[in-house]
């Protein structure tokens, strides 16, 4: 790519070791890292700070990952406010089925909605360590990736001139969508893998109709209870892919609700009313390698999990936790081996993630599938969660992401 002219009027060009794509928990929890550390970066961010605090995503955080948190600094809200899960059920066949993965593990989840940790995160980095970010950039442009001296470009929203940063490393945690994943070389490789159902996704402005995560399990689709808050509850409903959201009515949502999480020994659903509806299309997809020169991708820039087996947040977190690591070691130290390492060490259990989600949404969608060897294939699935020690404790130890890495 041919760097730009630089315009006469714009200002001097800046340098940080580190520049930033992407203000999500990836790309923050690496800025913290890096300011902890002592070592200037810059963040770029084409929301507003308010946006991206308040943006709805996912809420399970595993406890390594907690612990990673912790160690940096990082979860002092997190384990003030978050909610402990240590079972979830399963209901099929018009009965309710507890599995304690605590009890067979000794670990649990933390639920804390990742605009909450965002929020965290975005102050601590800002407000307390002092990291520079700008909010609101357009049209971020990344030069000079295969070379020692890279730089990073993009409109000031306020001025509207264009900025020019020189750098060491980019890291790109920008997204699906975000600018790093327009850059990428032929020699990169991506796997993709679409499930071929949609979900519905609903935020109800409803108290938790139970004390733990509950998975439907029913001929009509897949359904799935998450609680947020004691006000509000996470449900998902399996829909066709590319769904129109207004096809389902407060009506229409709350029947298929309360007929897949129905259970023959618990009391109808509350309901509430209904803030949030998209139709998500069930899709995952890994990028290898994860490094391009002196471009390192973490998150969603780099893999994707469906929401299936609630593993984004905390791949991202994982990918944080090494980059910044290694930068750190590298830029303080000039030690290259957490960089060298960097994809290999991410994808382990990138690929790991992946194939728990595979096998979970064939344990979620093979009675709705319309095959009845499916069907009863899954049905022999879930009833060995609970008839096979074994079996229960293979699946809580990939539930709970708890598999050595």
């Known amino acids: 790519m041919t760097l ?18 992407g203000a ?25 700070r308010e946006f991206i605090e308040r943006r709805p995503r996912a809420g399970v955080i595993e406890e390594w990952a907690v612990r990673g948190l912790e160690q940096r600094g990082l979860a002092e809200n997190l384990l003030d406010r978050a909610q402990l899960h240590t079972e979830c059920e399963f209901r099929f066949e018009g009965q309710r089925y507890r599995f304690s993965y605590r009890e067979l593990t000794g670990h649990h989840h933390f639920v804390y909605p990742q605009p909450l940790l965002v929020t965290d995160l975005v102050r601590e980095y800002a407000d307390v360590r002092g990291g520079a970010i700008r909010f609101g950039v357009r049209d971020v442009q990344l030069h000079g990736l295969d070379s020692d001296r890279p730089t990073v470009s993009y409109l000031d929203p306020g001025t509207g001139q264009r900025v020019l940063v020189h750098c060491e490393f980019v890291a790109g945690c920008d997204g699906a969508r975000g600018v790093t994943r327009t850059v990428l070389p032929q020699r990169a490789r991506i796997a993709r893998h679409d499930y071929g159902v949609g979900w519905l996704a609903l935020l109800a402005e409803a108290p938790p109709s139970s004390d733990c995560v509950v998975f439907g399990v029913h001929p009509s689709g897949f359904a799935g209870h998450m609680a947020r808050s004691p006000e509000v509850t996470r449900y998902y409903l399996q829909c066709p892919p590319g769904d129109d959201p ?11 609700l309360q007929e897949r999480l129905g259970a023959a020994d618990r009391p109808p659903l509350t309901e509430g009313r209904l803030i949030e509806k998209r139709v998500l299309d069930m899709h995952n997809y890994v990028v290898e390698p994860m490094v391009f020169g002196r471009l390192f991708l973490a998150g969603d820039a780099a893999h994707l999990t469906a929401p299936i087996a609630a593993k984004g947040m905390n791949l991202a977190l994982h990918d944080a936790f090494l ?5 750190v070691e590298y830029l303080t130290k ?11 060490a991410c ?11 595979q096998w979970l949404s064939e344990v979620y969608h093979g009675t709705s599938s319309g ?12 009833r060995r969660l609970f008839e096979s020690p074994a ?13 050595p890495r």
């Open 334 to 344: 000039g030690e290259p081996g957490g960089l060298n390492g960097y994809s290999d």
């Open 347 to 357: 994808l382990g259990r990138v690929w790991d993630y992946q194939e728990f989600s």
């Open 24 to 48: 999500g928990p990836a790309g923050l929890t690496v800025g913290n890292i890096l300011r902890a550390a002592s070592v200037d970066c810059l963040v770029l961010e084409t929301e507003t």
């Open 4 to 21: 730009p002219a630089e315009d006469p009027n714009s200002p001097s060009p800046q340098r940080f070791p580190v520049v930033i794509v």
């Open 246 to 256: 207004d096809n389902w009515s407060h009506e229409r949502v709350w029947a298929a």
């Open 391 to 403: 079996a229960a404790a293979a699946f809580a130890e990939q539930y709970l992401g708890t598999t």
């Open 323 to 327: 980059l910044g690591d290694g930068l």
């Open 371 to 382: 095959d009845a060897y499916r069907a009863g294939t899954t049905l022999a699935r879930l």
